[in-house]
T-cell receptor, first 116, second 111 residues
């Protein structure tokens, strides 16, 4: 099992540019989460999907952020236009909830984004 | 508003000592409390978790103590080792889906 796959692992861009982060969840998982990690705010949930449908996007900071999940094996997080304050590590996680069970979220290795 | 408050922000412990990290929450509807461990350059990984119907859970050197009335829970690492040096996150969950993470504790275990 390859686990959650994220790309790119590192991204350096200039302010105003569009940034697209990609995630491939673990096969069979029906929940996908996007998090942002910074020193000041820790791990923040941005948005999560269930069966490819966005359930809660209240953590998305601004309209500059958008996320899609066109199918069960792929999701993107896009920032347009990017700003220096978007610099952070972005994690994708996936999970599968069984009947009456508590689900473990499996995290990818993260994408370190630097906006100059 | 931080749903889960975690302390301390950083912790230095001697090898063989006990590391203690504390978390507090407000929402009594939370029904699952996991701890995640993160090594530099890696994503967080589940370490141990507890449900609110038990007061303690132990797995090896790691123990969660849970105080439902005080709405607090803590992670104890016994016989701390240099390999335990990592960032630890507590979290609370509603219905096992959405997790609210604490701000993290950077643990350093010195030989």
């Amino acid at each position: 099992d390859a686990g959650v796959i994220q790309s790119p692992r590192h991204e350096v861009t200039e302010m105003g540019q569009e940034v697209t982060l990609r995630c491939k969840p673990i096969s069979g998982h029906d929940y996908l989460f996007w998090y942002r990690q910074t020193m000041m705010r820790g791990l923040e949930l941005l948005i999560y999907f269930n069966n490819n449908v966005p359930i809660d996007d209240s953590g998305m900071p601004e309209d500059r952020f958008s996320a899609k999940m066109p199918n069960a094996s792929f999701s993107t997080l896009k920032i347009q236009p990017s700003e220096p304050r978007d610099s952070a590590v972005y994690f994708c996680a996936s999970s599968s909830v069984g009947q009456g069970s508590y689900n473990e979220q499996f995290f990818g290795p993260g994408t370190r984004l630097t906006v100059l | 508003q931080q749903q889960v408050k975690q302390s301390p922000q950083s912790l230095i412990v001697q090898k063989g000592g006990i590391s203690i990290i504390n978390c507090a929450y407000e929402n009594t509807a939370f029904d699952y409390f996991p701890w995640y461990q993160q090594f530099p350059g890696k994503g967080p990984a589940l370490l141990i978790a507890i449900r609110p119907d038990v007061s303690e859970k132990k797995e090896g050197r790691f123990t969660i103590s849970f105080n439902k009335s005080a709405k607090q829970f803590s992670l104890h690492i016994m016989d701390s080792q240099p390999g335990d040096s990592a960032t630890y996150f507590c979290a609370a969950s509603l219905r096992g889906n959405q997790f609210y993470f604490g701000t993290g504790t950077s643990l350093t275990v010195i030989p």
